[in-house]
Every structure is written in structure tokens, then in C-alpha cells.
């Protein structure tokens, strides 16, 4: 059996390795490198190596961090999958990756079992949702029920939803749309109502999962 293959970049090599020791005992899965930061992962697509089936992308490194090495995948690799997989937990990260690429996040403390699933997930279903991205959704008990809920928005709030999802705070968004921000306060609940989501985290993953716009 083919195995799916794998490249690591993580800018601490202590735990690149040992996350290589523990894929190498899965049957279905094999490391092809393990890389220090976002750069030499260009590198090493520029030297026409192996294509792996999914890249492990840690987010805060050197040279290169996670969110630029998302940016240049999206520009010169656009089919190439990556799991975000770091220590990084607020929400402003895992926006900003998602909106750059990624297929998924993970936390690094995830359990073995799981963290196998998920590579499972992205590779042959093209996304994941882990922790705090789940707690984003887990008010809405059937996602597939959400496809139409941005039907119910108006005007307003579909250019609030579309600010939302960028890295504007609420105070910018307020002064972009020219409004006061207790009326951006109630936009944002409104949206979140109708949405059937939580977070910002949610909101992009909505938009994401329905090609609303770019983001």
C-alpha cells in the first residue's frame, strides 16, 4: 500500500523529530522532511523534490513564519494541503491562517489518535476542524443545515461579515463603515445570530466553507 507522504516544517527540531518517530509507527503515513521554517520549504519545492499529500506547519518561526509560508503556498502551490499544527491559540492566529490557506489547526497538545485523524481528514476530505475552531461551531448542531443562513443577512451586514473576516478590529470596522461602534456591536451580534456561530473564528470558517468572497 501506497503510503501518504508527509513534510514537517517546525523550527524546533526536538519536536519536529519526535513528531516524525510517531508518524513513522503509523502504516499509513511517511516523513519526506522535516524543515525549519516557511523558507526552506521553498526551497526545497524549488529543487523540484517530492510533492507531499500534506504539510505540518507550525506558525511562530524564524525566517519565515506560518502565516508567510501560507501566503506563498496559496501564490505557487494552490493545491498543496497544510495542517496547522502549533502552540498558538488565540483567535487573531488562527484567523489569519485560515484566511492564508490552511486546511486545518491543531494545537500541539492534541492526542496521537486524533492528530491521526485529522492528517486522515485533510488529506482525503480537504479540511479539519480541532478545539477551539470546533467550540466556534458547536452551537449549530448540523453544519450542512448553515449553507443558506447568509441568505438571511442584509446589506449592512454582509459588508460587516466580509470586514469580520479580515484583521480589522471592531473599532476599524466602525470607523470603515462609518459607524458608531455600539452599532457595530449589535451587527456583529445580529450576524452571529443568524449565522449560528460564536466567534470571528466562526465567521470565517462559514465564509470559507461557502466561497462567500475571498478571504
Same mark, same amino acid.
Given at each position: #500500500?501506497?503510503?501518504?507522504?508527509?513534510?514537517?516544517?517546525?523550527?524546533?527540531?526536538?519536536?519536529?523529530?519526535?513528531?516524525?518517530?510517531?508518524?513513522?509507527?503509523?502504516?499509513?503515513?511517511?516523513?519526506?522532511? !522535516?524543515?525549519?521554517?516557511?523558507?526552506?520549504?521553498?526551497?526545497?519545492?524549488?529543487?523540484?523534490?517530492? *510533492?507531499?499529500?500534506?504539510?505540518?506547519?507550525?506558525?511562530?518561526?524564524?525566517? =519565515?513564519?506560518?502565516?508567510?509560508?501560507?501566503?506563498?503556498?496559496?501564490?505557487?502551490?494552490?493545491?498543496?494541503?497544510?495542517?496547522?499544527?502549533? #502552540?498558538?491559540?488565540?483567535?487573531? *492566529? !488562527?484567523?489569519?491562517?485560515?484566511? &492564508?490557506?490552511?486546511?486545518?489547526?491543531? +494545537?500541539?497538545? !492534541?492526542?496521537?489518535?486524533?492528530?491521526?485523524?485529522? #492528517?486522515?481528514?485533510?488529506?482525503?476530505?480537504?479540511?479539519?476542524? &480541532?478545539?477551539?475552531?470546533?467550540?466556534?461551531?458547536?452551537? &449549530?448542531?448540523?453544519?450542512?443545515? *448553515?449553507?443558506?443562513?447568509?441568505?438571511? +443577512? *442584509?446589506?449592512?451586514?454582509?459588508?460587516?461579515?466580509?470586514?469580520?473576516? &479580515?484583521?480589522?478590529?471592531?473599532?476599524?470596522?466602525?470607523?470603515? =463603515?462609518?459607524?458608531?461602534?455600539?452599532? !457595530?456591536?449589535?451587527?456583529?451580534?445580529?450576524?452571529?445570530?443568524? +449565522?449560528?456561530?460564536?466567534?470571528?473564528?466562526?465567521?470565517?470558517?462559514?465564509?470559507?466553507?461557502?466561497?462567500?468572497?475571498?478571504?
Amino acid at each position: #500500500m501506497k503510503k501518504k507522504t508527509i513534510v514537517i516544517v517546525d523550527d524546533h527540531l526536538l519536536f519536529a523529530q519526535s513528531l516524525e518517530s510517531l508518524i513513522s509507527k503509523l502504516e499509513k503515513y511517511e516523513v519526506l522532511a !522535516i524543515l525549519k521554517n516557511g523558507k526552506e520549504l521553498t526551497q526545497y519545492f524549488k529543487h523540484k523534490r517530492r *510533492t507531499p499529500d500534506l504539510i505540518l506547519l507550525d506558525v511562530k518561526m524564524p525566517v =519565515m513564519d506560518g502565516v508567510q509560508t501560507m501566503q506563498w503556498l496559496k501564490k505557487n502551490k494552490p493545491d498543496q494541503k497544510a495542517l496547522a499544527l502549533t #502552540m498558538e491559540d488565540d483567535e487573531e *492566529t !488562527i484567523i489569519r491562517m485560515l484566511r &492564508s490557506g490552511a486546511k486545518g489547526y491543531l +494545537l500541539k497538545d !492534541i492526542h496521537p489518535e486524533n492528530f491521526e485523524f485529522a #492528517m486522515k481528514m485533510v488529506i482525503e476530505q480537504g479540511f479539519y476542524y &480541532s478545539g477551539k475552531i470546533e467550540s466556534a461551531l458547536r452551537n &449549530s448542531e448540523d453544519l450542512a443545515e *448553515t449553507i443558506n443562513l447568509h441568505e438571511k +443577512l *442584509t446589506d449592512k451586514e454582509r459588508i460587516f461579515l466580509k470586514y469580520a473576516c &479580515s484583521e480589522l478590529t471592531y473599532k476599524d470596522i466602525a470607523e470603515e =463603515m462609518h459607524l458608531s461602534p455600539k452599532t !457595530i456591536e449589535n451587527y456583529r451580534e445580529a450576524v452571529f445570530k443568524k +449565522l449560528e456561530v460564536k466567534t470571528r473564528v466562526g465567521l470565517v470558517i462559514y465564509c470559507i466553507k461557502n466561497k462567500l468572497f475571498v478571504v
